[in-house]
């Protein structure tokens, strides 16, 4: 069975420009949730979506956005890019119910220049 | 808000050596999920409790529920190089992460 496959795993930008990061969950799985990891803050939740619609969201500017789409795929865009958002972003998927646990990707690891 | 503070932050120790750390919340859980990280890699379950007191294995892992709900322990023993790693304690809304428990090991 696949796992959680993000892409890209490497991106470097500059600070002002804006970045889409992409996950493709397990299959069946239809929740997707997004962290930011940096060495400093350890793993922040960023959102979770669940068919389509946002479930959750954790304490980030309206800079961080996502999206689900139809077939569970999901999207993380940041826009405006400042030097602090550069961080490791990690996707996780889940069958989305109560109490399972979720699957993580390997990331993609975002340098701002 | 919710927090989860998890001890040690790091680990030191020789290769076979037996290693526990734990994980405390502010509130209760009804489930707690351990994770372990390795540098490159996202983090992979290794073990997941879901009723309080219950002690789960997983080869040479062992976690257990805190029968008061707000904590849990994940011990490993005779510790090996593979075992190296940063391992994470969350809930099952998983909203929160406990800080991380880096372990290092001397052959």
């Known amino acids: 069975k696949a796992g959680v496959t993000q892409t890209p795993r490497y991106l470097i930008k500059t600070r002002g420009q804006q970045v889409t990061l992409s996950c493709s969950p397990i299959s069946g799985h239809r929740s997707v949730s997004w962290y930011q990891q940096t060495p400093g803050q350890g793993l922040q939740f960023l959102f979770e979506?669940?068919?389509?619609?946002?479930?959750n969201k954790g304490n980030f500017p309206g800079r961080f956005s996502g999206r689900q789409f139809s077939n569970s795929r999901s999207e993380m865009n940041v826009s405006t890019l400042e030097l602090g958002d550069s961080a490791l972003y990690l996707c996780?998927?889940?069958?989305?119910?109560?109490?399972?646990?979720?699957?993580f990707g390997d990331g993609t690891r975002l340098s701002i220049l | 808000g919710q927090q989860l503070n998890q001890s040690p932050q790091s680990m030191f120790i020789q290769e076979g050596e037996d290693v526990s750390m734990n994980c405390t919340s502010s509130s209760i859980f009804n489930t707690w999920l351990w994770y372990k990280q390795e540098p490159g890699e996202g983090p992979v379950l290794l073990i997941a409790l879901y009723k309080a007191g219950e002690l789960t294995s997983n080869g040479r892992l062992t976690a257990q529920f805190g029968i008061t709900r707000k904590d849990s322990f994940l011990n490993i023993s005779a510790s090996i190089p593979s075992d190296v790693g940063i391992y994470f304690c969350t809930g099952a809304q998983k909203l929160v992460f406990g800080q991380g428990t880096r372990l290092t090991i001397n052959p």
């Open positions: 979506y669940f068919s389509e619609t946002q479930r």
């Open positions: 996780a998927s889940s069958p989305g119910t109560a109490d399972q646990p979720q699957h």
